[in-house]
């Protein structure tokens, strides 16, 4: 039988998703295609995978969409991995350089900078990840994944878009869905979800197996990171969708009970 092509991040954030496709029975059914959201996002329209786990705001690029499963990579308030990072205050920021990997976190931000924080900088799409020296004076940038978490350590204050949108909405946040532009067999379904199920339950063991010490990774997962995709993280998903300016389509509506 063809494989399913499968596009996966290789980020510390979806270490517990990836752990249980990579393992029986699942594995022998996939083929696992890494690369950085955004370009998932392309490889996804452009049918070179079959379901990708891609950025949220990238979905209308796609002709149709169906979510696959019931994992994401979403969070209930702060997300640790997604900021705006500055050396001075909010209201001093005159540049931002947008991280080139990211869609959903850029649309986000642009949406918190006009609808809420109140500012309008100069945006700088950024290239390489050579964008991060260019984070001084009152030049700020939005770094996203496993880089974010070692700005940490380096930038004076740090905007949590997490955090603001559950500050405004009152909802969580998902980053990232398991999307796929036509539905998935039943039975691969209920495999894929087994899969993603998997990794939660071994968190400490994929923990213990990553040499990262800039940040608690057992916090990280369990505190900061929400990967079931249930009724709430449809409504702001939903939300996100509609205040971002996109229209759903009869099969693109995301059903909340």
């Known amino acids: 039988m063809k494989k399913i092509r499968v596009g996966i991040v290789n980020y510390l954030n979806t270490r517990p998703l990836i752990y249980g496709l990579q393992r029986p029975p699942i594995n022998e059914q996939i083929e696992l295609v890494a690369e950085y959201p955004a370009r998932l996002a392309r490889m996804l329209r452009d049918e ?11 979905i209308s690029d796609l002709p149709s969409w169906y979510i696959a499963g019931d ?5 209930e308030g702060e997300i640790a991995s997604v900021c705006l990072f500055s050396e001075v205050p909010m209201n ?7 991280d080139y990997q990211s869609r959903s976190s850029v ?4 949406w918190l900078m006009k609808e809420s924080w109140g500012i309008d900088p100069e945006i ?14 009152s030049t700020a940038g939005l770094v996203i994944g496993d880089r974010a978490l070692e700005q940490r350590r380096i930038s004076t204050f740090i ?23 036509r539905p998935l067999p039943d039975e691969f379904i209920r495999l894929f979800n087994e899969a993603n199920a998997m990794g939660l339950q071994h968190i400490d063991e994929i923990v213990a197996e990553i040499p990262f010490d800039l940040y608690d990774l057992k916090k990280y997962y369990t ?10 993280k449809k409504k702001g998903m939903n939300r996100f969708l509609q205040a971002i ?8 509506q995301l059903p909340v009970t």
């Not at 070179?48 to 990238?58: N, Q, T, Y």
């Not at 001093?92 to 947008?98: A, D, S």
């Not at 649309?107 to 642009?110: K, N, P, R, Y």
């Open 48 to 58: 070179e995978i079959d379901v990708g786990l891609i950025p949220v705001a990238a």
């Open 71 to 75: 994992h994401c990579i979403g969070t």
């Open 92 to 98: 001093e920021i005159r540049k931002v350089y947008l």
């Open 107 to 110: 649309a986000l931000l642009q």
């Open 124 to 137: 700088i799409q950024a290239a390489d990840d050579g964008y991060r020296q260019e984070i001084k004076g």
């Open 159 to 181: 905007y949590d878009l997490g955090s603001e949108w559950r500050a405004i909405t009152g909802l969580p946040f998902v980053f990232a869905a398991w999307v796929s532009t």
């Open 223 to 232: 505190l900061h990171l929400s990967y079931h995709l249930d009724e709430r």
């Open 245 to 252: 300016g996109q229209k759903d389509s009869e099969s693109q």
